[in-house]
């Protein structure tokens, strides 16, 4: 009830963005930097941010926010041509198994005849179901989606001028998750299968004439002319499969698919033409969907730092469409008329909250070992991932409560996001100079002040609520925090992720992450899809190690100590 209230509030109040952000290539966090030579470069932190990145007022920020968080969860963009006719669906699911509809899907994708409903597909794609209750919401709040709650988090729908509906999907498919039964907006999808379906669909729309499609389905006009247009912008669309489950392949999408079209300003879909030649159909590119809560200490997006400017959500929403065949022509007018949009998306993923800990576990962090793994993260990772203020190195700490004592009062980061090469696998890095001449020269890329320059390295990110974003690295390759803070020699080889439905048997609190693969629930652990090998191309667990050795090359950190540290990322 709340939160309808909300909402009818919020459509009599709308704030006025007076603020225009600096998303220009120089832009940098606000407040002054605090500067200091560490490992023999400079760095320079400050512990202001842009959370508020539109400078609103309290209430303006909170409605801007509830609305934004609407639109990641139902798509706003309705120009996208990839949309799934519902009411011809509906007939699929409720054909006949003898059918000639179930029998012709079974010959070219025996999987979908196993989906008896919506749900059964979109819990295959790893889409989590509404908060039931008060308890189930994580920090960032969800607001009431009305008939979307008929459905999971990441499902659009959209509405003709006759009501009949279709389907799409939406940032939160990847974007969202179930952590021990609280849903995180802006939280990693540990197994998002959005790549897959795409693929599936692909294959789909290729194997049936539009004809037969009428002769099957029945369908209406509206269902028709959907089928039609899907069909006709996934011939421009490249897919590739996931290197393992949890990880995203969208850069190969774009590249890819911008590969099938023409060199002009906006990549005009010619019919008949070859594909140019692009690396990415022979190397990988994957990497994990990011967490929203780290844009606001951030100058720079993607794991790579590459998108050197521009607004984050602009970049996200060209990236969707290039991957799912829009007209970049059409694209550029909807972000030109919907510029309210963009600003309430931005406004909320800014301004969103990673999950505590505590709130999990409570009073589980034993402080002693916790201050003393903040000595160990000073004087090896401050350069790189900042510093955080904690509540008991304040002069009145002992009177202090234990939440007050484990809180991060301050977040000093860097005033300019950096990449840094610290040998991790390189291929996520690499793809972007596979395509980024392509997005560079688009009048879109320009509209929107977008500019890709490819790195040499990734972004140390920011650690805030790191102990919910298991496994670790760019990859996936790392399926603990004691992994990633050991040599790369001694760091698990392969093992098998699992669903973070219990706290007990699904995470291990010790080295903060997935457990051993011995222990990991057998249905997980039997599963070939679940299971991780750091030996496939692009899934190396290399590097990270130069922080983690002395002048002798000796390792720093002993047993205890690593458990220490971790003991200290926990609580921020």
Not at 348 to 361: I, R
Request: proline share 5%.
């Amino acid at each position: 009830m709340f939160r309808l209230i909300a909402i009818t509030l919020i459509s009599l109040h709308l704030p006025v963005y007076a603020s225009s952000p600096d998303w220009s290539a120089s832009a940098e966090l606000p407040g002054k930097a605090t500067c200091e030579i560490i490992h023999g470069h400079e760095v320079c932190l400050t512990k202001e941010n842009r959370k508020n990145i539109y400078n609103l007022s309290d209430r303006d920020l909170e409605e801007a926010s509830l609305r934004g968080a609407g639109h990641a969860l139902n798509y706003p963009v309705d120009v996208t041509r990839l949309k799934l006719p519902t009411e011809s669906m509906e007939k699929f699911f409720n054909s006949d198994a003898d059918s000639p509809l179930r029998k012709f899907i079974f010959k070219i994708a025996y999987k979908l005849t196993k989906f008896k409903s919506f749900d059964d597909i979109f819990k295959w794609m790893g889409l989590h179901e509404y908060p039931k209750s008060t308890y189930e919401e994580g920090p960032n709040r969800i607001p009431e989606m009305h008939e979307l709650e008929e459905y999971r988090m990441g499902v659009s729908l959209y509405h003709s001028e006759e009501n009949y509906r279709s389907m799409s999907f939406s940032c939160a498919a990847c974007h969202s998750a179930d952590l021990f039964g609280v849903k995180v907006l802006g939280l990693t999808n540990r197994f998002p299968k959005a790549n897959e379906t795409f693929i599936l669909g692909k294959k789909l729309l290729g194997s049936t004439p539009s004809i037969l499609f009428k002769t099957l389905v029945d369908p209406s006009s509206h269902d028709l002319e959907l089928f039609k247009e899907a069909k006709s912008a996934m011939k421009y669309v490249e897919l590739k499969k996931p290197l393992a489950l949890g990880l995203d392949t969208s850069l190969a999408q774009v590249g890819l698919s911008l590969s099938l079209r023409a060199e002009d300003e906006y990549a005009t879909m010619k019919p008949f033409r070859r594909a140019r030649t692009n690396q990415l159909r022979k190397v990988p590119g994957d990497s994990k969907p990011a967490v929203w809560w780290n844009l606001k200490y951030k100058t720079r997006w993607l794991s790579d730092g590459s998108i050197e400017s521009g607004n984050p959500v602009h970049t996200n929403f060209l990236w969707n469409e290039i991957g799912r065949g829009v007209d970049l022509k059409e694209l550029e007018k909807w972000l030109t008329n919907n510029k309210k949009v963009v600003k309430d998306l931005t406004a909320f993923t800014f301004n969103t909250e990673a999950p505590l800990y505590d709130d999990f576990f409570p009073k589980d962090i034993n402080i002693e070992m916790a201050i003393k793994g903040e000595k160990h993260f000073l004087k090896s990772c401050k350069g790189c991932h900042g510093v955080y203020d904690k509540g008991w190195s304040e002069e009145n700490s002992e009177s202090l409560s234990y939440k007050e004592n484990i809180a991060t009062t301050n977040v000093w980061y860097h005033k300019k996001s950096k990449v840094v090469d610290i040998g991790t696998d390189p291929y996520r890095h690499q793809g972007m100079k596979y395509f980024a001449k392509d997005l560079n020269r688009l009048k879109i890329s320009k509209t929107i002040g977008t500019q890709v320059t490819p790195q040499k390295g990734y972004i140390p990110p920011p650690l805030v609520g790191i102990w919910s974003r298991w496994p670790y690295f760019h990859n996936n390759s790392a399926p603990t925090l004691y992994d990633v803070i050991s040599l790369p020699k001694n760091r698990t080889q392969k093992y098998a992720a699992v669903a973070a439905d219990d706290k007990q048997l699904d995470f291990d609190k010790e080295r903060n992450g997935y457990p051993p693969i011995e222990k990991v629930r057998e249905e997980f652990r039997n599963n070939l899809d679940y299971i991780f090998d750091t030996k496939i191309k692009g899934l190396s667990n290399m590097g990270h190690r130069k922080m983690l050795v002395d002048e002798n090359d000796k390792e720093i950190l002993n047993h205890t100590q690593k458990l220490e540290l971790i003991e200290f990322l926990k609580t921020l």
